[in-house]
């Protein structure tokens, strides 16, 4: 296991929003990938992180925790956070969506971005008005994902769960919505390359555990849970436009 000898300097960030854990999570994760956190060290605590960044603890927190359900740091009472030592192995698992921008329809960033201003909080009406069946057709279309035989396929899997999420509302307003959402991400192709080609299976798999677990949370009739996991789903698919 490798710790580094002095705390990483990351680089502040610079934007004229809000520094949302969104933003953090992307910053840590470029930290990584430049070299700056080193796999199993430890790294500084939320106040040092704050500062470097020139964000609020709140934010970095939010990010922190964020991380450690996908089990990129680990926290140890009364020695501090450190990264995972497997770390590096995130970038193989993200599933990367072009963030080309489009005159006729909103970006990939822009869609994720208002999604993630009420769709986690949907989860609530969902748990509540689903019904076994929904859950079925779900779990059924969540084995279409991790067996898709081309990325056309595997994103239009994707979509197809969240529709399903979004129909158990029963509230057409909001089906509205992701059919809307779903004919422009398909407009543009779902901004792919090479989409008759399989995507690869890391990615693959992490999106099905990550999506499985919402469903599984929708099972259980957990709407805290669904809502968060929900969250981190949307804000770990809007980090990704950074490594275009």
């Known amino acids: 296991m490798a710790y580094s000898a002095a ?40 106040r040092e992180l704050a500062q470097q960044l ?6 970095v927190r939010s990010a922190l925790a964020m991380m450690e359900r996908q089990g ?11 990264l995972a030592d497997d770390a590096h192995d995130v970038f193989s698992r993200m599933d990367q969506t072009n963030a ?5 329809v909103p970006s990939f960033a822009e869609i994720v971005e208002g999604r ?16 076994d069946d929904e859950i079925s057709e779900m779990r ?11 990325w056309e ?17 029963k509230n057409k307003f909001l089906v509205q919505i992701v059919n809307s959402i779903l004919n422009e991400r398909r407009a543009v192709h779902f901004d792919g390359r090479n989409t008759d ?18 469903v599984d949370a929708i099972a259980a009739r957990d709407a805290a849970r669904a809502e968060q996991l929900v969250s981190d789903h949307l804000m770990r698919s809007l980090a990704t436009v950074i490594w275009q």
């Not at 080309?100 to 006729?104: I, L």
């Not at 993630?116 to 019904?131: C, I, S």
């Not at 059924?140 to 081309?150: C, D, H, Q």
């Open 153 to 169: 396929h595997f994103k239009e899997s994707i979509y197809a769960l969240h529709r399903q999420m979004f129909a158990s509302t």
């Open 54 to 59: 020139g964000t609020s603890r709140t934010a």
């Open 197 to 214: 080609k399989p995507a690869p299976e890391p990615v693959r798999k992490q999106t099905h555990k990550d999506l499985q677990l919402i």
């Open 116 to 131: 993630l201003l009420f769709e986690p909080a949907m989860m609530h009406l969902v748990v509540t008005r689903v019904d």
């Open 100 to 104: 080309a921008s489009h005159e006729a």
């Open 140 to 150: 059924r279309t969540l084995a279409e994902i991790v067996s898709a035989p081309s």
């Open 7 to 46: 705390p990483p300097e990351l680089t502040a960030i610079t934007t004229n929003d809000r520094a949302t854990p969104s933003l953090v999570y992307r910053s840590l994760l470029r930290g990584i990938k430049d070299g700056l956190m080193v796999p199993g060290a430890k790294l500084p605590n939320e």
């Open 72 to 82: 990129l740091v680990h926290r140890r009472v009364g020695s501090g956070t450190f």
